[in-house]
T-cell receptor
Framework: DVKVTQSSRYLVKRTGEKVFLECVQD?????MFWYRQDPGLGLRLIYF???????EKGDIPEGYSVSREKKERFSLILESASTNQTSMYLC???????????FGPGTRLTVT | RKEVEQDPGPFNVPEGATVAFNCTYS??????FFWYRQDCRKEPKLLMS???SGNEDGRFTAQLNRASQYISLLIRDSKLSDSATYLC????????????FGRGTSLIVHP
């Protein structure tokens, strides 16, 4: 079974803090993704990576950065957290293009 | 027009009913199609891929209609445990690695 894990299920941070969300997959997948999900807005892609050290902006990259130093790990960084970044953050991985994605359990981030 | 559209519902059906959802897509170059299930406050999980000829998995049947550019999910003999949000995802050829997700259709199965 594919396993995608995320570092925290719930996180509370203060405005202006730097926040790190980590995602690890154990199936040697090439592609990894970060989404945020908000009620009524669905899944919105923040960044994705198709190889180590490679990254591409998604639909809403502003205020975020990412790091992929190892194939199995994809980190999302909020440089200076703001209240409008309060959301559910979902990491996903897939073995190649055009195939299904496997999601981690999500991190519910609250910025106060 | 949104790339991938779903009726948000909720679809409220009794146990044992048959229910169907559609998901329309705008890009005719779309080549991969999926249905995911998402329980409340949980992550999406793959329910099934959708193949050109249609495919079935137990009580679930997925169909693709390329001419009208939609996919469908049919659930027969609905169970209480089928209550969830169903997301469709559509992948487009041409180098993109990322499928586009619909916003989901909510299903509530009641006794």
């Amino acid at each position: 079974d594919v396993k995608v894990t995320q570092s925290s299920r719930y996180l509370v941070k203060r405005t202006g803090e730097k926040v790190f969300l980590e995602c690890v997959q154990d199936m040697d997948h090439e592609n990894m993704f970060w989404y945020r999900q908000d009620p009524g807005l669905g899944l919105r892609l923040i960044y994705f990576s198709y190889d180590v050290k490679m990254k591409e902006k998604g639909d809403i990259p502003e205020g975020y950065s990412v790091s992929r130093e190892k194939k199995e790990r994809f980190s999302l960084i909020l440089e200076s957290a703001s209240t409008n970044q309060t959301s559910m953050y979902l990491c996903a991985s897939s073995p190649s293009a055009f195939v299904e994605q496997y999601f981690g359990p999500g991190t519910r981030l609250t910025v106060t | 027009r949104k790339e991938v559209e779903q009726d948000p519902g909720p679809f409220n059906v009794p146990e044992g009913a048959t229910v169907a959802f559609n998901c329309t897509y705008s890009n005719s170059a779309s080549q991969s199609f999926f249905w995911y299930r998402q329980d409340c406050r949980k992550e999406p999980k793959l329910l099934m891929s959708v193949y050109s000829s249609g495919n079935e998995d137990g009580r679930f049947t997925a169909q693709l209609n390329r001419a009208s550019q939609y996919i469908s999910l049919l659930i027969r003999d609905s169970k209480l445990s089928d209550s969830a949000t169903y997301l469709c995802a559509v992948g487009v050829s041409g180098g993109s690695y990322i499928p586009t997700f619909g916003r989901g259709t909510s299903l509530i199965v009641h006794p």
